[in-house]
T-cell receptor, first 109, second 113 residues
Framework: GIQVEQSPPDLILQEGANSTLRCNFS?????LQWFHQNPWGQLINLFY???GTKQNGRLSATTVATERYSLLYISSSQTTDSGVYFC???????????FGQGTRLTINP | DTAVSQTPKYLVTQMGNDKSIKCEQN?????MYWYKQDSKKFLKIMFS???????INETVPNRFSPKSPDKAHLNLHINSLELGDSAVYFC????????????FGSGTQLSVL
């Protein structure tokens, strides 16, 4: 099956810093999504981005499908950005999303 | 107002008991899912239903039985609970099958003692 690798596994930053989270995948995909799991356990869908670039406030994401990776950018980090960020992908013809192991982001005040 | 809601939020029970988790979505979506998140935060799909029809059934023990009475509801019944079943169970939905945006419920933390 498809392999999904996220890096780094852990990231600790000060408030106001910028960060880049990476998701590599091993096959062509027709579906890629980024999720944030906050400290209370809620999973929030950030982006649906099988290709191209999208921006939503301080967050943006880019997927380069031909090179099999996606990047999530967080600018001017706030403590509320803390949590685990998951990338999930689905290959053409498959019926399920496969999740990466996540990046745990901690933003200190 | 909640898009995907599941109950209960916490479930603490003894080994060997039977328990159910309920899920409802008011988004008008056709497809619903159950995911399991283990203690290392790894998320894995268990089941998926499309318009009440089972379309994904991963290698899950037979003690787990999903039921979809209509396309807005997907419940999960677990028989003879074991210690290893302790995890967070998430319900989710998407507009239809295939490459669609996924929306999660708030999760049910199951603790088997």
């Amino acid at each position: 099956g498809i392999q999904v690798e996220q890096s780094p596994p852990d990231l600790i930053l000060q408030e106001g810093a910028n960060s880049t989270l990476r998701c590599n995948f091993s096959d062509s995909v027709n579906n890629l999504q980024w999720f944030h799991q906050n400290p209370w356990g809620q999973l929030i869908n950030l982006f649906y981005i099988p290709s191209g670039t999208k921006q939503n406030g301080r967050l943006s994401a880019t997927t380069v499908a031909t090179e099999r990776y996606s990047l999530l950018y967080i600018s001017s980090s706030q403590t509320t950005d803390s949590g685990v960020y998951f990338c999930a992908v689905q290959i053409q013809g498959a019926q399920k999303l496969v999740f990466g192991q996540g990046t745990r982001l901690t933003i200190n005040p | 107002d909640t898009a995907v809601s599941q109950t209960p939020k916490y479930l603490v029970t003894q080994m060997g008991n039977d328990k159910s988790i309920k899920c409802e979505q008011n988004l008008g979506h056709d497809t619903m899912y159950w995911y399991k998140q283990d203690s290392k935060k790894f998320l894995k799909i268990m089941f998926s239903y499309n318009n009440k029809e089972l379309i994904i059934n991963e290698t899950v023990p037979n003690r787990f039985s999903p039921k979809s009475p209509d396309k807005a509801h997907l419940n999960l019944h677990i028989n003879s609970l074991e210690l290893g079943d302790s995890a967070v169970y998430f319900c989710a939905s998407s507009l239809r099958q295939g490459a669609e945006k996924l929306f999660f419920g708030s999760g049910t933390q199951l603790s088997v003692l």
